[in-house]
């Protein structure tokens, strides 16, 4: 993989060199994926190089395409290593066809790459099946995780105006060890990505009471008690949807089917209540001119609300660290992506994270 | 129950007459549930009757402080009759502990009402789980119906501005049979109480593609297929979060877990949102200015997302339909909750929807 003929021109050196890029948090990225294309990930990259100066990157993809576009942008000269990848995983392709026959894509090689250790993590846009398949086979999960997670933050009235939730769909079912895991790691994600120091973790269900919800919740109730003063988390106990966007909790744990519809149906409702919004400034000839006095108030508000701002699902529970950014993202949302990558990889995250686990296994489990 | 002594004067015919209730669709209202109290609800009944002419009352609750308040209001004259209840089911109390000792509250006589046959729907502010526990005890079951499910509008881009959702709430789990039934009663509540011939119906999953999602969910969705024709829906098979307030179907069918977890995420989205929107407003001189001025278009946009004009989960799969207003419904909210009662007892919604469902039970299943 890191054969001399990869580089892309004599100006951008060999990472086994060192030169350029020593000191610098090495961020893999996946140029294929993505609905915006190549253009779109390569000037997110060129955003985060500009504000950035302690990251670097290599670029996964048509070396043919991306050559050209990394050499014309001055952000990004001596710090963006270029890759060939001759294949691409699409949106369509299901992730058992893409683990089987997907060696040679962008995808492979940019989760290749923090496997060997030469990243410290990934980004991509691509396939989010398809980059958990792939993650999750070669950097393998962590000892003590049965199911890995994506964890997203989710627009919220807390006073850091987000919340982390998760599982949002890496797999469709949990336990209640699983969701045990994905509290643990939810804290961690917290202090880690969110510098709070005890997050409060709340458990996803149809009510507040204790004596709600299926078994499993009950179950995982009791499992999350028993860890919050050891692991110092701040455990709230069961948090209804409406809390997702609120201010009880830091952290929602949930299995990944109910996460994954939960997000969606948020994000939906977000879009429609901005569509209902223009339509009733576009009403009369008084609420267009309202509109235009109130654009710098609107723009405010679109600018606290950008999911692009917070765009990344981080994959937890594996040995390595990957950020999945939104399919469709453009260049600020792939921007926020690697942003958060950085800040992960500079917190020794995925570290600290697997310490903690291992920390909360019984003596006599002996992980693989 | 229709006792002469519980008339609350003599201006009020006992219903048993019928002189001035005739032709008139009764109602059957509990007036003690409900954050705002009786007084909410009685205006809610006034707005409606004034509004509707074919409709009349028969309100449940402490009469002493039910009485005074109808006999001052000029549209309730002669069109309510307040009926005795001295017990109170609260928001805190146990489904459980209501069905073994409710028989007292105004909840239970107000179910007991269309059970009776004496009303022809019930409408209720409480306590949703004693309401549903109630409900399903004295009313029973539909033939065929294994899970009754609580429905409810939500705001959306189709043309009409809602979808029906269900289940969301009244049950934590579902099978495939279920959520065959589901369809089959949501499509029914499509027909009658939003006026569409042809209601297309959507299964609640994480992906659109057919090999996503539980096993129950893949069993469903072969099920609801098979229907498809014969009930005279349009199946646009699995759907995501994201159409809950979309445009892909007109009915969105899950499990009352999901379906609870997503109609809370989407209220506290559409409530985060305003909260940001007057928070942007409130910036600068000049953004107050504008919000001023924009005062008529903010004001028409909340009218259409207004979760009050939409105010009321419907009871399905019972024999007799019971409406559930929100818990913190004003007398807008009630009386959104009673025109749609109105309208669903004055289409003979639910003998429909019996008929429905017995039509698509096997000839040898023989219904108790």
């Not at 890759?83 to 995983?89: E, F, I, K, M, T």
């Not at 001119?289 to 990344?312: C, E, F, M, W």
């Not at 660290?321 to 260049?331: F, L, N, Q």
């Amino acid at each position: 993989m890191t054969a001399p003929t990869d580089h892309i021109d004599a100006t951008a050196p060999a990472p086994s060199d060192g030169a350029l890029f020593e000191g610098r948090t090495l961020i893999s990225v996946d140029a294929m994926g993505g609905d915006e294309g190549p253009a779109a990930v390569v000037a997110g990259c060129s955003l985060s190089a500009k504000i950035n100066p302690d990251i670097a990157f290599i670029l996964h993809g048509d070396k043919a395409l991306l050559g050209p576009m990394v050499d014309r942008d001055p952000h990004l000269a001596g710090r963006c290593d270029v890759r060939h990848a001759a294949g691409v995983v699409s949106m369509d392709d299901k992730p058992s066809h893409v683990v089987r026959t997907g060696k040679d894509t962008s995808m492979w090689a940019t989760v290749e790459s923090v496997r060997s250790g030469e990243s410290a993590v990934a980004v991509s846009c691509g396939n989010t099946g398809a980059l958990m398949a792939i993650s999750t086979i070669r950097l393998r999960k962590l000892p003590g995780v049965n199911r890995p997670a994506i964890a997203v933050l989710y627009p919220s009235a807390n006073k850091h105006g987000f919340n982390v939730m998760l599982d949002v769909g890496a797999d469709i079912r949990a336990d209640a060890e699983d969701l045990l895991r994905f509290a643990l790691m939810g804290a961690s994600y917290a202090r880690n990505g969110m510098n709070l120091p005890k997050p409060r973790v709340g458990l996803l269900n149809v009510g507040t009471e204790e004596h709600k919800g299926r078994s499993e919740l009950k179950e995982a109730y009791d499992l999350i008690r028993a860890q919050e003063i050891e692991v110092g988390f701040d455990f709230v106990g069961f948090v209804e949807g409406g809390d997702i966007s609120g201010d009880r909790a830091d952290v929602i744990v949930t299995d990944g089917f109910t996460g994954n519809v939960a997000i969606k149906t948020g994000e939906g409702t977000a879009k429609l209540v901005g569509l209902r919004l223009r339509e009733a400034f576009k009403y009369s000839v008084l609420s267009k001119l309202a509109s235009l006095l109130a654009y710098t108030s609107l723009r405010r508000l679109q600018r606290k609300i950008d999911p692009r701002r917070v765009n990344g699902g981080v994959f937890l529970g594996l040995n390595g660290t990957v950020v999945k950014s939104h399919g469709s993202a453009d260049a600020t949302g792939v921007s926020a992506a690697i942003k958060l990558a950085a800040q992960l990889a500079q917190n020794q995250f995925n570290d600290k994270l697997a310490a903690r686990i291992a920390a909360t296994l019984p003596v006599e489990e002996t992980p693989e």
